[in-house]
């Protein structure tokens, strides 16, 4: 399939899991033959630097070179023929990435998991994301939860497309529908009723959302599982993954639908100790 991605961004917060970035960033590039570029932000006062990277310990003030060298020296062990973009910034994080890749839907951005600023970029652009919460090497196993609207046939390409040599999963969490249109006229206790006709609906919706997922397994000779859990969708899909032991999650965003909401994927994101593929 054609490449989706022009650029690899490399966003960095603070010199943890720096090298770990840095090295998915240039393998991801050079893969995919895309422009690598690595931003660093320092917010204050989020993060602390080592005194190695302050031009003066008392009032922390950020020393842009020590840190672009540092970089620099990373880069150069990883691939010493090639040269790269490297901006140095404090705070902003958000302003900062926006303005280095304009091309959000062409740009991949590779970065360490930070509570206090990852929801705000997954949420306020449109970039793909590869989180990082772990020092993972390899995948061995790769889940792909799919609602089976419209995205589920591309992200199932761009996942076996972008993780050639991991074991793609597919899982599909069937959720109960209930007749809204028939309701008690309560307004203070607004509660659906479960009549036979949303009975019977509801085993034609599964069926066919069952054929459906058959048909995506056999299509791209992978994997999968269509379940009926009773939680709700993020507890089951933070069970699921916890249960099977999965490397990194592939989700694909569409604010429209729940099953792929922002909202459900920083959920996910928050809880389990694995890294996410965030595709648009």
């Not at 720096?18 to 204050?44: C, P, R, W, Y």
């Not at 994301?129 to 995948?139: G, I, R, T």
Request: proline share 4%; net charge negative.
């Amino acid at each position: 399939m054609k490449h989706p991605f022009k650029k690899t961004i490399v966003l960095l917060n603070t010199v943890d899991n720096m090298e770990n970035a840095l090295q998915k960033g240039v393998d991801f590039s050079k893969q995919h033959n895309t422009i690598l570029e690595v931003i660093f932000v320092h917010e204050e006062p989020l993060f602390e630097l080592p005194d190695i990277f302050t031009l003066n310990r008392e009032d922390n003030i950020l020393d842009k070179e020590s840190i672009k060298k540092e970089i620099t020296k990373q880069l150069l062990v990883l691939n010493p023929n090639e040269k790269y973009a490297i901006f140095i910034y404090v705070d902003d994080t958000l302003d900062r990435l926006k303005t280095i890749a304009k091309e959000q839907k062409e740009t991949v951005v590779i970065t360490p998991y930070q509570k206090e600023i990852t929801p705000t970029l997954i949420e306020e652009t449109s970039y793909a994301f590869w989180v990082l919460k772990e020092q993972k090497e390899n995948y061995t196993k790769i889940l792909l939860p799919t609602d089976l609207k419209e995205p589920t046939m591309k992200a199932i390409n761009y996942a076996l497309h972008i993780f050639k040599q991991s074991k793609l999963f597919l899982v599909h969490d069937h959720r109960y529908l209930v007749d809204t249109l028939v309701v008690q006229a309560d307004y203070l206790n607004v509660t659906p009723l479960t009549s036979p006709i949303s009975v019977e609906l509801n085993e034609e919706v599964k069926e066919a959302h069952e054929k459906e997922f058959e048909n995506y397994l056999k299509e791209f000779g992978i994997d999968g599982e269509f379940i009926e859990a009773n939680g709700e969708v993020d507890e089951d899909l933070i069970a699921y993954t916890k249960e099977h032991g999965f490397n990194l999650l592939f989700m694909y965003r569409n604010d429209e639908e729940l099953f792929s909401s922002s909202s459900l994927i920083l959920s996910l994101m928050e809880e389990l100790e694995v890294d996410f593929f965030v595709c648009f």
